[in-house]
């Protein structure tokens, strides 16, 4: 089975402050099959990071419909929190999140059976890095 990688990245300036998210989609060689980059006014560091993951999602449900039932995915982001509250290993503590979390669960749970999430370093991210100073920048 192959697997599709997406790499997420959130960031707001100020903390809060202007955010933005990116989104970078490859398969498992690399190649790049889809970039999102979005402005998503004020927010936190930690929203903005929900929000690349859920936009993630949302692209490759866009991009592969029933299929993804079938497929391996794997998302990678630089938030080791993220990560660990999306897999239910920490509590959320921000009540503004849980709407989120929440739509990223069902999501998982309706399209992506074989998703795993996995915390990398801000240097293995640099793609969705750039997106997200690309969309503050635009």
Partial sequence: MNKIIA???GG????PGPAGIGVYIT???GKVL???????G???NNFAEYNAVLVALQTLKQLYGKKSKEMSFEIRLDSELVKKQLNAEYQIKEPGLVPMFIEIHNLRVANFPNLILTHVPRE???E???LVNEALDA
């Fill in 7 to 9: 790499y997420t990245d």
């Fill in 12 to 15: 707001a300036r100020g903390n």
């Fill in 27 to 29: 398969d498992e060689s």
């Fill in 34 to 40: 889809k970039e999102v980059k979005e402005a998503i």
């Fill in 42 to 44: 004020n927010s936190t």
């Fill in 124 to 126: 293995k991210n640099k």
């Fill in 128 to 130: 969705a890095d750039r």
